[in-house]
Nanobody
Framework: EVQLVESGGGLVQAGGSLRLSCVHS????????IGWFRQAPGKEREGVSC????????YYGDSVKGRFTISSDNAKNTVYLQMNSLKPEDTAVYYC?????????????WGQGTQVTVSS
């Protein structure tokens, strides 16, 4: 059974940092990608970052470039999202998802999400 479980969300002041974790199971990461998305109340879901297993390529949304870093620890079946210099507009529920064919274009399984709240 494919599962993705996010953790690490919480309340932080603007300028602070958080590290989100996405523990994945039920598949071999070598054949897939893992992406991070977020959705704030009343807004559309936004792609935040993605890492491809095929060559380790990473991608970032324009709003987080230079502040967020995605990484993978394959031994722990975990993908991390290090978030620095957080802003109130980063407040959202953050989800990780599996991208098939090692692609960051299409995603088929999603986690339940973890809440990130950044206070001003």
């Amino acid at each position: 059974e494919v599962q993705l479980v996010e953790s690490g969300g919480g309340l932080v002041q603007a300028g602070g940092s958080l590290r989100l974790s996405c523990v994945h199971s039920g598949f071999t990461f070598d054949d897939y990608a893992i992406g991070w998305f977020r959705q704030a109340p009343g807004k559309e879901r936004e792609g935040v970052s993605c890492i491809s297993s095929s060559d380790g390529s990473t991608y970032y949304g324009d709003s987080v470039k230079g502040r967020f870093t995605i990484s993978s620890d394959n031994a722990k079946n975990t993908v991390y999202l290090q978030m620095n210099s957080l802003k109130p507009e980063d407040t959202a529920v953050y989800y990780c998802a599996r991208g098939f064919h090692s692609s960051c274009l299409e995603f088929d399984y999603w986690g339940q999400g973890t809440q990130v709240t950044v206070s001003s």
